[in-house]
């Protein structure tokens, strides 16, 4: 069975982890963060990518897209190893830019279908309150102001461009993020809403 997409955009603190952590729970549907597989690589001992990694998040750009497919590639395929009953995928924080776009075409094009694009949409303001809140416990090197504002930065310039792309071919079913993770989840799940349409 080829893989199932759904890629979660928004902006940094949106819910994107939140609401797919909540997604899972009720859907036959496997979260994969591409921001947890960059910290995961960026810790794991003897990654030849850790520090160049480390760089890319601390100043809030986007890692170049051969790093990061061949993580989400890895990950998808353990998966389905492991359960071929998972073939459903949530990509979290991805594609992020023209460089992710393009890698995911050149690597997965005709190997998975997108089915659409999961829009968490928030106010720039509330993202960056929540993320500093997020960074009194998260140990993130990237959960403070000054790295935020770039993080911002990169989201306006390089990942709102590729949601209005998938907007063009009527591909985004956009979720008001700014309320609270219950109503947020009810929208999205099947008890009100049912964007998702399973
Ligand atoms: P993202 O993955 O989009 O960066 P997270 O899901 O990690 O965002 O959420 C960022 C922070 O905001 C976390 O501390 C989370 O607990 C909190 N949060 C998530 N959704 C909401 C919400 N709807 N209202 C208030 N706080 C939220
Ligand atoms: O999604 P998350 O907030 O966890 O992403 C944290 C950081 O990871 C981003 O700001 C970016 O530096 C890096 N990242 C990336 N490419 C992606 C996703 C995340 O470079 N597709
Ligand atoms: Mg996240």
């Not at 459903?88 to 089915?115: H, S, T, Y």
């Amino acid at each position: 069975m080829k893989p199932q997409v759904v890629f979660v955009l928004g902006g940094p603190g949106a819910g994107k982890g939140t609401q797919c952590s909540k997604i899972v729970e009720s859907y036959n549907y496997t979260h994969l963060s591409a921001g947890d597989l960059l910290r995961a690589e960026r810790a794991r001992e003897g990654s030849e990518f850790g520090q160049l990694i480390g760089n890319y998040i601390k100043e809030g750009k986007i890692v170049p897209v051969e790093i990061t497919i061949n993580l989400l590639k890895k990950a998808m395929e353990e998966t389905m190893q492991k359960d071929e009953k998972k073939f459903r995928f949530l990509i979290d924080g991805f594609p992020r830019n023209e460089d992710n776009l393009q890698g995911w075409n050149n690597v997965m094009d005709g190997k998975a279908d997108v089915k659409f694009v999961l829009f968490f949409d928030c106010g720039n303001e509330v993202c960056i309150d929540r993320c500093l809140e997020r960074g009194k416990n998260s140990g993130r090197t990237d959960d403070n102001r000054e790295s935020l504002e770039k993080r911002i930065q990169t989201y306006l310039q390089s990942t709102q461009p590729i949601i209005k792309l998938y907007e063009k071919h009527g591909k985004v079913r956009t979720v008001d993020a700014s309320r609270s993770v219950d109503k947020v989840s009810k929208y999205v799940t099947k008890d009100d809403g049912d964007i998702l349409g399973f």
